[in-house]
Nanobody
Framework: QVQLVESGGGLVQAGSSLRLSCTSS????????MGWFRQAPGKEREFVAG????????SYADSVKGRFTISRDNAKNTVYLQMNSLKAEDTAVYYC??????????????????WGQGTQVTVSS
């Protein structure tokens, strides 16, 4: 497992942008598929976006497709989530996660074995 730390959350107005970052302290994440998830109050944790270890393949939830972009910089041991055109329904705690498998981008939380502490994103309408 790796220790993941998210940053970049905050309170913004609808239509604004935010960029979340996820870094690993200690062990590298350059060989791991990575994912971003979010959890709103009273709801289950849901997949937002995922990226393969090489960065060559990505996957998005339908609700964020065209607005969010996941990327990574393996030299900096960091994964990003660029969020544009934010909506009130994007309000949630956002988590990054590392997967032990590199064969596909998993969309279910149990397929990830390392998680950050989360960063709050609040979008006011």
């Amino acid at each position: 497992q790796v220790q993941l730390v998210e940053s970049g959350g905050g309170l913004v107005q609808a239509g604004s942008s935010l960029r979340l970052s996820c870094t690993s302290s200690g062990r590298t994440i350059s060989l791991r598929n990575m994912g971003w998830f979010r959890q709103a109050p009273g709801k289950e944790r849901e997949f937002v976006a995922g990226i393969t270890s090489t960065g060559l393949s990505t996957s998005y939830a339908d609700s964020v497709k065209g607005r969010f972009t996941i990327s990574r910089d393996n030299a900096k041991n960091t994964v990003y989530l660029q969020m544009n055109s934010l909506k009130a329904e994007d309000t949630a705690v956002y988590y990054c996660a590392a997967s032990p498998n590199n064969y596909y981008i998993a969309t279910y939380p149990p397929y990830y074995n390392s998680w950050g502490q989360g960063t709050q994103v609040t979008v006011s309408s």
